[in-house]
């Protein structure tokens, strides 16, 4: 199996750990992992109405708990260790996205450390345009790949 089919098909397993129970990631279970390689990852939604805020755009805590979980995801997919505790996440909302709008968002882990990852995302239309950008940055601790973290 080629390293992105693994790294996808471990990416689609930790999404659906993160996904399954009442824990605050379950808002995301409409999003669905479309690639990802190591230190990358690529997901797809159209906007709900659930996801929504009262004008009918997509929520901006729901854009960033997308950003959170899904550079959580990359920084699993790569090299730099398990993720911890996030030390730091900015989001900038540059255009809405409205009820049935599809969407991409791409997250890649653009440094690791020894001990903090830094990732990036950015949310995009069907037209190309950037709907969000966000920067996170994750403590990482012991070094396993993608699919030692779902055997745990």
């Given at each position: 199996?080629?390293a992105?089919?693994?790294?996808?098909?471990?990416a689609?397993?930790?999404w659906?750990?993160?996904?399954?129970?009442?824990?605050?990631?379950?808002?995301?279970?409409?999003?669905?992992?479309?690639?990802a390689?190591?230190?990358?990852?690529?997901?797809?939604?159209?906007v709900?109405?659930?996801?929504?805020?009262?004008?009918?755009?997509?929520?901006?805590?729901?854009?960033?708990?997308?950003?959170?979980t899904?550079?959580?995801?990359?920084v699993?997919?790569?090299?730099?260790?398990?993720p911890?505790?996030?030390?730091?996440?900015?989001?900038?909302?540059?255009?809405?996205?409205?009820?049935?709008?599809?969407?991409?968002?791409d997250?890649e882990?653009?440094?690791?450390g020894?001990?903090?990852?830094?990732t990036?995302?950015n949310?995009m239309?069907?037209?190309g345009?950037?709907?969000?950008q966000?920067k996170h940055i994750?403590?990482?601790?012991?070094?396993?790949?993608?699919?030692?973290?779902?055997?745990s």
């Amino acid at each position: 199996m080629a390293a992105s089919s693994a790294s996808t098909q471990a990416a689609k397993q930790v999404w659906r750990l993160l996904m399954t129970g009442h824990s605050f990631e379950s808002v995301l279970s409409k999003v669905n992992i479309t690639s990802a390689s190591p230190g990358r990852c690529q997901c797809e939604l159209t906007v709900q109405e659930e996801q929504a805020n009262r004008r009918g755009t997509l929520h901006g805590g729901f854009i960033s708990t997308l950003v959170d979980t899904l550079t959580t995801v990359a920084v699993i997919s790569s090299t730099a260790g398990v993720p911890g505790v996030s030390i730091e996440l900015c989001v900038s909302f540059l255009k809405a996205a409205k009820i049935g709008d599809k969407l991409t968002m791409d997250a890649e882990v653009v440094k690791a450390g020894e001990s903090l990852a830094f990732t990036t995302a950015n949310l995009m239309n069907s037209s190309g345009d950037i709907i969000a950008q966000g920067k996170h940055i994750k403590h990482v601790g012991r070094k396993e790949l993608a699919e030692d973290f779902v055997k745990s």
